[in-house]
């Protein structure tokens, strides 16, 4: 009888401790860093990529407040593709500021959850370079736009401070590859640090 007083008092102690951290309002901040892998879909026969790692680095503030949250983010991203197009292969690298806007819910107490968001993500261009095989000289040029837009589905868990997230991202703007146009695709495995939490 005592026994299952005491763990019926240790449910509703956890319980309410969990209702109380996710319904008050909070503030966190971090950095971030891990890898990525870039695809860029096929479009016609002629036209193909492989998937190449890239990687990010950057920062996360976190606003929260009856189990949902807003996570903004800023980071440079590497994203890299061989594209073969008329029996030619090109080395793209596309380096960006990359700015997601992040809507979700988080469930969790004692420092441990899981989450659950999806959002837009801005990238601006900061370079536009290319490498050309040398067995190919007739590769097309990467001609792609300054400002792009996506959008991210994803999950994370939080261990204390750390915090890993697995994401994937799908472009909703095409760019551009001398006559052809397509989509970037990509999975990203980060890890971030908890600075601040208020």
Same mark, same amino acid.
């Not at 109380?20 to 096929?42: E, T």
């Not at 300054?146 to 697995?166: C, I």
């Given at each position: 009888?005592m026994?299952?007083l005491i763990?019926s008092?240790f449910?509703?102690?956890?319980?309410?401790?969990?209702?109380?951290?996710?319904?008050?309002?909070?503030?966190?901040?971090?950095l971030?860093g891990?890898?990525?892998?870039?695809?860029?879909?096929?479009?016609?026969?002629?036209?193909?990529?492989?998937n190449k790692?890239?990687?990010?680095a950057?920062?996360?503030?976190r606003?929260?407040?009856?189990?949902?949250?807003? %996570?903004p983010?800023? #980071?440079?991203? !590497?994203?890299? +593709?061989?594209?073969?197009?008329? /029996?030619g292969?090109? @080395? =793209?690298?596309?380096?960006s500021?990359d700015?997601?806007l992040?809507?979700?819910?988080?469930?969790?107490?004692l420092?441990?959850?899981?989450?659950?968001?999806?959002?837009p993500v801005?990238s601006?261009a900061?370079?536009k370079?290319?490498?050309?095989s040398q067995?190919?000289?007739?590769? %097309?040029?990467?001609? #792609?736009?300054? !400002?792009?837009? +996506?959008w991210?589905?994803?999950? /994370?868990?939080?261990? @204390? =401070?750390?915090s890993f997230?697995?994401?994937?991202?799908?472009g909703l703007?095409?760019?551009?590859?001398?006559?052809?146009?397509?989509?970037i695709?990509?999975?990203?495995?980060?890890?971030?640090?908890?600075?601040?939490k208020?």
């Amino acid at each position: 009888m005592m026994k299952k007083l005491i763990l019926s008092l240790f449910v509703a102690l956890a319980a309410a401790f969990t209702a109380k951290a996710q319904v008050l309002p909070n503030f966190q901040f971090g950095l971030k860093g891990g890898v990525n892998l870039a695809s860029i879909p096929s479009v016609n026969t002629a036209f193909s990529s492989n998937n190449k790692a890239g990687y990010l680095a950057g920062a996360w503030a976190r606003f929260g407040a009856l189990g949902f949250n807003f %996570q903004p983010e800023v #980071y440079f991203t !590497q994203k890299s +593709a061989d594209v073969t197009s008329n /029996g030619g292969e090109t @080395k =793209a690298n596309f380096t960006s500021i990359d700015v997601p806007l992040l809507f979700g819910a988080k469930v969790g107490a004692l420092g441990i959850g899981a989450r659950l968001y999806t959002g837009p993500v801005v990238s601006f261009a900061l370079n536009k370079s290319q490498s050309f095989s040398q067995a190919v000289s007739e590769a %097309q040029a990467l001609d #792609y736009k300054d !400002q792009n837009f +996506a959008w991210q589905v994803g999950a /994370g868990l939080d261990l @204390k =401070a750390l915090s890993f997230d697995l994401r994937y991202e799908t472009g909703l703007t095409s760019q551009s590859y001398g006559s052809t146009s397509t989509k970037i695709n990509l999975f990203s495995l980060s890890i971030a640090y908890r600075l601040i939490k208020i």
